[in-house]
């Protein structure tokens, strides 16, 4: 008798592609006005603290991949809270005013809160603080919100894709209770982690239904609810167009309950287009990468859980910083590394995405991309 066949789906491990960058001879010191080919400055460092995590969102880690032979990475090749520091202080002499940590689940990360700590001691040149915030499934939110806003961490943003227990629970593939994440944005609320943001993956015919119940339990609440267009990050979790609800469907639907005005951004390069309800019930925003490119305003780089800065969600390679931090280069010339890898920046993906020939996706043999939960979302 022979075995039955299995189902092989080949994954290029991309985690091992990188390059060590060339530190440049002369060191010019850091002014803070650092800006890519398209005149994109660096603001935002999104940092993942873990690969691993506790759910198997199939959006992101479908558990067909991520089973219980996936070879995360081994613990000597995470950087240590010293050595994102040390990173942090660069990007920040660069111009990065706002740091998120990341994963993977950001709260598996054991004594998390010590790296806050050390994060929440830097400032920017001009002497202000940096805007220290995290993303999180809300797990672990319930027992940690008081210990992370101990730490210094400022805000929070909890991921949530459905109200209705079960299809939370088969979403989260973990068969995770949706009761225990909103203990968890309860504490956060609590302890102060504010303004608390939630964000809802809005994938079609899985959980569309959910817009309209999420967005009634978090009106008149103080949290911001974001609706973010499903995306082809990765290379596993076999995206395809018609599952992506475009924005501005959610804003007709939501607009057909409870009518909408939009707001204007916070800031230049604000990711979510900001909705106001004009009953006083508060605010929500969509976040259209498919829909509605906003490569022309990105100034976020990601640093992943092993060193490796990317400077694109859809990259293929990162930059393998950890070489430098573990080789004797002093700060000054791994700052002068990092300015010279932005100012060779050019990615643009989701604004070229609607040209590329339909065999340009990972799962038809095009290029393959690092996964979202590797270099942080
Ligand atoms: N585990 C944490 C969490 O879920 O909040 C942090 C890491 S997760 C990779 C960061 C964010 O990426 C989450 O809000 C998640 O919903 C989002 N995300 C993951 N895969 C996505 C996809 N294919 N399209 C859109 N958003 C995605
Ligand atoms: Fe985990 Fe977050 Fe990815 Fe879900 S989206 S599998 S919670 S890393
Ligand atoms: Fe930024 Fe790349 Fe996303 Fe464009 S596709 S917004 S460049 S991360």
């Known amino acids: 008798m022979t075995d039955s066949p299995r189902k092989i789906i080949p994954l290029a491990d991309l985690r091992y592609a990188s390059r060590v960058p060339q530190v440049p ?12 080919m398209l005149g994109r400055p660096l603001r935002d460092l999104r940092i993942s603290v873990t690969d691993r995590c506790n759910f198997r969102c199939n959006y992101c880690m479908p558990s067909e991949i991520f089973d219980k032979d996936y070879a995360f990475l081994p613990q000597s090749s995470l950087l240590s809270f010293e050595e994102i520091t040390r990173l942090a202080k660069v990007f920040v002499a660069h111009g990065v ?17 010590r790296l806050i700590e050390m994060l929440a001691r830097l400032q920017t040149p001009a002497g202000k603080p940096l805007d220290i915030t995290l993303t999180t ?47 968890g944005i309860e504490a956060a609320h609590k302890v102060g982690l504010a303004p608390l943001k939630v964000n809802m993956v809005v994938k079609r015919g899985t959980n569309d239904d959910q817009i309209l119940p999420l967005a009634r ?47 204007d951004p916070n800031y230049s390069g604000e990711t ?27 100034n976020r780089a990601r640093l992943s859980t092993e060193g490796k800065l ?68």
């Open 310 to 377: 990317f400077l694109c969600l859809f990259a293929s390679q990162g930059h393998d910083l950890r070489a430098l931090l573990r080789g004797s280069y002093s700060d000054e010339q791994i700052a002068a590394a990092v300015g010279a890898i932005w100012q060779g920046r050019s990615d643009r993906y989701s604004e070229l995405r609607a040209a590329l020939p339909p065999d340009a996706s990972p799962a038809s043999g095009g290029p393959k991309r690092v996964e979202m939960s590797y270099i942080g979302g």
């Open 217 to 263: 339990h978090f009106r008149h609440t103080d949290t911001v609810l974001r609706f973010i267009e499903y995306m082809d990050v990765g290379a596993t979790n076999g995206w395809r167009m018609d599952q992506v609800l475009p924005s501005a469907q959610v804003i007709e639907r939501l607009n057909a309950e409870f009518p909408l005005t939009a707001i």
């Open 97 to 113: 005013e706002k740091i998120r940590l990341t994963g993977g689940e950001p709260l598996l990360r054991r004594h998390l809160e």
């Open 25 to 36: 001879a002369q060191a010019a010191a850091p002014s803070g006005l650092l800006s890519d």
């Open 272 to 298: 979510a287009e900001r909705w106001r309800y004009l009953d006083g019930g508060g605010e929500i925003g969509v976040i259209s990468s498919v829909t509605q490119a906003f490569c022309g305003e990105c």
């Open 137 to 183: 499934n809300g797990s672990l939110l319930a027992k940690k919100a008081q210990s992370l806003k101990d730490a210094g961490l400022r805000r929070v943003t909890v991921s949530l894709d459905a109200l209705d227990d079960a299809i939370f629970r088969r979403m989260n593939d973990a068969d995770f209770p949706v009761a225990s994440v909103l203990q």
